[in-house]
């Protein structure tokens, strides 16, 4: 078992930055996030792959967030700038074992453990 605690979430400035943070008790062969706002499914953002660093972002994210890892506290952070209020949102983080097939891991239906979530609130 696998779990994942988040922090960091808040209201921001459009404009503004977060950095969200997500601690894992276990392992994994990869951790992500995804986010869902009012009104809409859950929607992959970024994803980073313990075993050689690869990392993946949503178009809508890419240039503005980044993924990171601190692979001697098993944490995975989301520096996200240039927030726009369409970024408002609960932020899940997620983790998963290896799976195969393209690329399953922005599917938020193939995610093997997930965090609480933490709201992220952009204002214009």
């Known amino acids: 078992q696998v779990q994942l605690v988040e922090s960091g979430g808040g209201l921001v400035q459009a404009g503004g930055s977060l950095r969200l943070s997500c601690a894992a008790s276990?392992?994994?062969?990869?951790m992500g996030w995804f986010r869902q706002a009012p009104g809409k499914e859950r929607e992959f953002v970024a994803a980073?792959?313990?075993?050689?660093?690869?990392?993946y972002y949503a178009d809508a994210v890419k240039g503005r967030y980044t993924i990171s890892r601190d692979n001697a506290k098993n944490t995975v952070y989301l520096q996200m700038n240039s927030l726009k209020p369409e970024d408002t949102a609960v932020y899940y983080c997620?983790?998963?074992?290896?799976?195969?097939?393209?690329?399953?891991?922005?599917?938020?239906?193939?995610?093997?453990?997930w965090g609480k979530g933490t709201l992220v609130t952009v204002s214009s």
């Open positions: 276990g392992s994994s062969y990869m």
């Open positions: 980073k792959i313990w075993s050689g660093g690869s990392t």
């Open positions: 997620a983790a998963a074992y290896l799976r195969y097939g393209g690329t399953w891991y922005t599917d938020p239906g193939r995610m093997d453990y």
